[in-house]
C-alpha cells in the first residue's frame, strides 16, 4: 500500500498538516502561506530579482526605468510648489533596484529628499538596507503621508480567491488533496458572500465555467494607499492588470512562467493581474482623480527617447527595449497615476513634456560576450599601438 506522499517542500508540509487539521482552505490562504509565511514564505526568503532570482522586474531590467521615474517624481515636486522636505513612499521596493537610480536623478534636482521604503520582506529589507546608503534613505515612518507614492508590480502580489460560474452561480476553488493524496482543486458548493458582492459592484458576470481570480484586498490596499498620501499628492501604481477579472495567476521560477500555484509551494513566486475596474472604482471613492497609460507610453512621455540615443551598448539597447515592447511589459503593464489636491494637475508621465539633455545616464555593464569583445579591440589596439 503507498504511504502519504512526502512534501515537496516545507510549505506544502505545513499545508497537509493544515488539510488534515481543518479540512481544505481557501487558495487565497494558500497564496498568503506561499508568498509570506514567516517561516517558509516566498517574499520571506528572497534575497532579490534579476539573473538570480526568478523573474526580473522593470526597475532589475534596467536602471533608466527608476531614473525615469525620478523625472516624474521631479515633476510632481513641481507641481506641489516644491515642498521641503519632498517625501516619497515606496511600496514593496524590493532590492532597491527602483530607488536607487530614483535618487541617482532626484538628488541634483531637488534640495530636500526623504524616501521612505515599506518593505514586508525581512530578507529584501536587508539588501536594500545594503544597497542604499544614502542620507534620504530610511526604513521608519511608512504610515506617515507622503506626497509621491510609488508601487511598482506590489498590488499583483495580494493574495487572491479562485471562483467559478456554475448554474449562473459562483463556487470557490481550496485547496486538498486527491486520491492519491496529492494537492489538488477542491470546489465548494458557493462562494462567500463576499465575491457576490464584489461582482456586484463591477456590474459584471463572468460567462459560465470560467475561472476568476478575485482579490477581496484589493479595495482596503487602495484605501490604506489614500490615507498614507498628503492632502495634495500623487501616487503611481504601476502593475499587470486585468479589466475585468478572469484566470490570471501566473508563476516563475528560475525565470520560467508557469501556471500552477501548487507545486514548488514557497519556493515560486505567484501574482495575479490586478483588477483595474475596482482599483479605480474605489480611488474614486477615496476622491481620487484616476487616469492611466501603458508603461510604454509613460517612460517615452518621461524621455526615454533621449535614453536610447545616448546609451548605445547591446547590453542597454537589449535591457531598454524590453521595457518598451508593446508584446511584453511595454504594453501589458499600466500606470495608474491617483491625484489629490491638484486640479488642472497633468502629470509629465502621462503627457509628457519638454526634458533637457541629461548630463549623465544610469547604464548596465557589458554582458560577457560584450565584454571579452571589448577586450579583445583594447588589446589589439595595444598591440598595434607597441608595434608602432
Known amino acids: 500500500m503507498a504511504g502519504t506522499p512526502v512534501a515537496a517542500t516545507p510549505l506544502e508540509g505545513w499545508l497537509r498538516e493544515r ?92 534640495p530636500d529628499t526623504v524616501y521612505t ?84 459592484a463591477l456590474h459584471y458576470k463572468p460567462p459560465e465555467g470560467q475561472v476568476v481570480d478575485v482579490c477581496l484586498e484589493l479595495g482596503e490596499w487602495v484605501k490604506n494607499l489614500s490615507r498614507r498620501l498628503e492632502a495634495r499628492g500623487v501616487a503611481l501604481v504601476i502593475d499587470y492588470t486585468a479589466s475585468p477579472p478572469r484566470d490570471s495567476l501566473l508563476t516563475y521560477y528560475r525565470h520560467t512562467l508557469g501556471s500552477d500555484p501548487l507545486v514548488r509551494l514557497g519556493q515560486q513566486d505567484i501574482s495575479a493581474h490586478v483588477d483595474l475596474r475596482t482599483l479605480v472604482r474605489v480611488a474614486i471613492a477615496e476622491k481620487l482623480q484616476p487616469g492611466a497609460t501603458a508603461q510604454r507610453g509613460l517612460l517615452f512621455n518621461l524621455g526615454f527617447a533621449q535614453v536610447q540615443a545616448r546609451l548605445k551598448g547591446p547590453t542597454d539597447r537589449q535591457a531598454l527595449a524590453h521595457l518598451v515592447d508593446p508584446d511584453g511589459p511595454g504594453g501589458q503593464i499600466a500606470a495608474v497615476f491617483l491625484l489629490r489636491g491638484l486640479p488642472g494637475y497633468r502629470p509629465a508621465g502621462a503627457v509628457g513634456r519638454d526634458w533637457p539633455e541629461p548630463a549623465r545616464l544610469p547604464s548596465l555593464p557589458p554582458d560577457q560576450d560584450e565584454a571579452d569583445f571589448l577586450s579583445q579591440w583594447r588589446e589589439a589596439f595595444t598591440a598595434s599601438e607597441e608595434n608602432c
Open 19 to 110: 488539510i488534515a487539521r481543518e479540512g481544505p482552505p481557501s487558495f487565497r490562504d494558500v497564496m498568503h502561506a506561499a508568498l509570506y509565511h514567516p517561516r517558509f514564505g516566498y517574499y520571506t526568503n528572497l534575497r532579490g530579482f534579476g539573473a538570480s532570482g526568478d523573474f526580473i522586474t522593470s526597475p532589475e531590467r534596467h536602471p533608466a526605468f527608476g531614473w525615469l521615474l525620478g523625472r516624474q517624481a521631479l515633476d510632481v515636486w513641481e507641481a506641489l510648489e516644491r515642498p521641503r522636505p519632498f517625501k516619497i513612499l515606496e511600496l514593496g521596493a524590493g532590492s532597491g533596484a527602483l530607488a536607487e537610480p530614483l535618487m541617482l536623478f532626484l538628488r541634483d534636482e531637488v
Open 117 to 200: 521604503l515599506d518593505e514586508v520582506s525581512p530578507s529584501l529589507r536587508s539588501v536594500q538596507q545594503e544597497r542604499l546608503r544614502g542620507p534620504e534613505f530610511r526604513w521608519q515612518g511608512v504610515d506617515e503621508p507622503a506626497h509621491f507614492i510609488v508601487a511598482n508590480e506590489v498590488a499583483d502580489a495580494l493574495p487572491v480567491h479562485r471562483v467559478v460560474v456554475r448554474s449562473r452561480r459562483f463556487s470557490e476553488l481550496h485547496v486538498g488533496l486527491d486520491e492519491h493524496e496529492r494537492l489538488s482543486w477542491v470546489e465548494t458548493d458557493a462562494a462567500r458572500p463576499e465575491v457576490e458582492a464584489y461582482f456586484e
